[in-house]
């Protein structure tokens, strides 16, 4: 008979935006299910704590991340706070001993990321970042390709995330010190992940960027649907982001990213380019020539559930079977470094060896 494994103690730091809707409610779904507790939910915003604490079974609502790791003891920590507090509230959880999810990006640099990767490791415990994009089913068809061998050599990829006016309005996205950046660490984050991901993860060795910031700070700035809910003054990221990124074995890849750019509409592209053939997000398909002709392979059918469910109860059954986790940490210190030496190229005007 299979064991049965314990029910797990969760808790969670941050209950704002994507707490409520994209994590919440699929440990809730894990409690329903009896794997999981939720016992604690902590907020600096009373509303939001006591709220989202409201939904689960018997979770106690904390204003603060330290008293409720001294308060319980945890088996998971799920960490959904703006990206300042990533890093200090990791390695509290796991100095507390317990597993942690932590959302995207790891971090606000990689110094960070090598401090919450040691603290893991000396607790013994798993540290996964949420990127939930490699859990979608698209991303899941296009890895099987690749490691189909389908591409024969990948040699770059290119990855585009334009919006024409889609800064978020909520949160501290646009405040350097809480955040670190703009769509570079927002969005570009996921499709660099899923790209260096799908090339087999190669060590990144050199960076050159440029990031600008020309629309979140005017005050006459025009963001439809994402509101503009902060004062045009506190902009302090960048808005545009744009990058040459090297690794080992001549190994590129091209990526740019926008929050608001002057573009006729939203732009989400990826493409993994081999010398047999070259994979793309949107539209999704594989691209190649056979006899004599071009053929595009795409699929008909894939699953639409969303990757943050697919990525909570990965990280649950990881922490129930004590498996390794999709996202390993040193794959996403690799993205911090890129990220890093993407902003200091900038600052600088040169190429940034990556050590
Ligand atoms: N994977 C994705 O697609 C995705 C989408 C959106 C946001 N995110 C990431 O999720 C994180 C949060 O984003 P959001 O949109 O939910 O922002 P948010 O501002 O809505 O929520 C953050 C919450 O953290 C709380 N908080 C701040 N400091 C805290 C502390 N010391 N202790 C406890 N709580 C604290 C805030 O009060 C706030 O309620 C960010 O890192 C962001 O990059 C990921």
């Known amino acids: 008979m299979a064991k ?34 939720v016992v604690g939910v902590c907020d600096l915003i009373k509303e939001r704590r006591e709220r989202e ?7 106690t609502p904390y204003a603060s991340y330290k008293k409720m790791l001294q308060g319980e003891s945890f088996d998971i920590i799920d960490i959904c706070t703006q990206n300042r507090v990533h ?21 606000m640099n990689s110094r960070e990321c090598e401090a919450m990767i040691a603290a893991a490791k000396k607790a013994g415990k798993k540290l996964m970042v ?15 390709v690749v490691e189909s061998g389908a591409l024969g050599e990948i040699y770059t990829a290119e990855t585009k995330w334009l919006r024409r006016r889609g800064i978020p309005g909520w949160g501290q996205f646009h405040i350097k010190k809480e955040s670190l950046g703009g769509p570079l660490i927002d969005i570009g984050v996921h499709m660099m992940d899923l790209c260096v991901w799908l090339m087999g993860s190669p060590k990144p060795v050199a960076a050159s960027g440029k990031v ?16 503009v809910h902060y004062p045009a003054r506190e902009f302090d990221v960048e808005d545009y982001a744009t990058a040459l990124i090297r690794f080992e074995k001549g190994l590129t890849m091209q990526m740019s990213v926008s929050w608001a750019a002057n573009v006729h509409d939203e732009i989400e ?29 795409t699929w008909d ?54 050590k």
Do not use: T
């Open 4 to 37: 049965q494994s314990r029910v797990l103690k969760v808790g969670l730091i941050g209950s704002g935006a994507i707490a409520r809707d994209q994590h919440l409610p699929y440990w809730r779904e894990l409690e329903e299910e009896g794997r999981v507790r």
């Open 53 to 59: 604490a409201a939904k689960c079974a018997s979770a």
């Open 130 to 144: 949420a990127q939930h994009m490699r859990f979608e089913a698209r991303a899941e068809k296009l890895k099987e």
């Open 87 to 107: 890093a200090p509230a990791a390695i509290a959880a796991s100095e507390a001993g317990a597993h942690v999810l932590v959302e995207k990006p790891m971090a």
């Open 212 to 227: 600008y910031r020309k629309f979140g700070d005017r005050p006459d700035l025009f963001n439809a649907d994402w509101g």
């Open 301 to 354: 059918w894939l699953s639409e559930e969303d990757g943050h469910r697919r990525e909570v109860r990965h990280f649950c059954e990881c922490v129930e079977k004590d498996q390794p986790v999709m996202v390993k940490p040193e794959e996403s210190l690799h993205i911090q470094k890129i990220i890093d030496a993407i902003y200091e190229s900038s600052r600088r005007n040169k190429e940034i060896i990556i």
């Open 269 to 297: 592209n990826m493409f993994i380019l081999g010398d047999k053939g070259g994979i793309g997000l949107n539209p999704l398909g594989y691209f190649s020539a056979d006899h004599s002709s071009l053929s595009h392979m």
